[in-house]
């Protein structure tokens, strides 16, 4: 069975510091990696995703994320954070190939102070 | 392009009555999911369909969950009778099929409340 671990329910930084949520994963296989973003009362917004290819993961609004095989992780990354980053992120993974269910981890708040 | 629409937004009922919640996903998406997201949890998939074939159910309790997807586009989640612990959010999500790109897409959720 895959799972998801973001080991910090929170993260917390000053406006143009960069930003990085954390995540790793276990998974049969090789694994197909998400990051959503959720604001409140909001659905889940899509960041970015890895299948293959280049470990660094270029998507929406700046972030992006380091694909760590070895240490398998998946940390989200932005350079220089915006208050308007402050909202609730998920990490998720799911084997390339067999089972098609989409393990989420339990979330990251991530709060940028002015 | 119009997003995965869901509704109604919120609800709240007493418990043991009925309730239901309504999907309509991207166009083109053929594969739709139906998710239960916990406060403070990520989402947990409740049901998969491919067309209107529900092809993973696994997780959903069917003593008192149902869904349909009758002509393959929109889906309806039922839940008779609702329990306080039914309380969540229900998110709704598409994509395209396998090998196709299946990034899914979420829509804007229901939240329940069962009182």
């Known amino acids: 069975a895959q799972s998801v671990a973001q080991p910090e329910d929170q993260v917390n930084v000053a406006e143009g510091n960069p930003l990085t949520v954390k995540c790793t994963y276990s998974?049969?296989?090789?694994?197909?990696l998400f990051w959503y973003v959720q604001y409140p009362n909001r659905g889940l917004q899509f960041l970015l995703k890895?299948?293959?290819?280049?470990?660094l993961v270029k998507g929406s609004y700046g972030f992006e994320a380091e694909f760590n095989k070895s240490q398998t992780s998946f940390h989200l990354k932005k350079p220089s954070a915006l208050v308007s980053d402050s909202a609730l992120y998920f990490c998720?993974?799911?084997?390339?190939?067999?089972?098609?269910?989409?393990?989420f981890g339990a979330g990251t708040t991530v709060t940028v102070r002015a | 392009e119009a997003g995965v629409v869901q509704s109604p937004r919120y609800k709240i009922i007493e418990k043991k009555q009925p309730v239901a919640f309504w999907c309509n996903p991207i166009?083109?998406?053929?594969?739709l999911y139906w998710y239960l997201q916990n406060l403070g949890q990520g989402p947990e998939l409740l049901i998969r369909?491919?067309?209107?074939?529900?092809?993973?159910d696994s997780q959903l309790p069917k003593d008192r969950f149902s869904a349909e997807r009758l002509k393959g586009v929109d889906s309806t989640l039922k839940i008779q009778p609702a329990e306080l612990g039914d309380s969540a959010v229900y998110l709704c999500?598409?994509?395209?099929?396998?090998?196709?790109?299946?990034?899914?897409?979420f829509g804007p959720g229901t939240r329940l409340l069962v009182l």
């Open positions: 999500a598409s994509s395209f099929p396998r090998g196709h790109g299946e990034t899914q897409y």
């Open positions: 998974v049969s296989g090789n694994p197909y």
């Open positions: 890895y299948i293959t290819g280049d470990n």
């Open positions: 998720a993974v799911r084997p390339l190939i067999g089972d098609y269910k989409l393990s």
């Open positions: 166009s083109g998406h053929n594969t």
């Open positions: 369909y491919e067309n209107e074939e529900a092809v993973d």
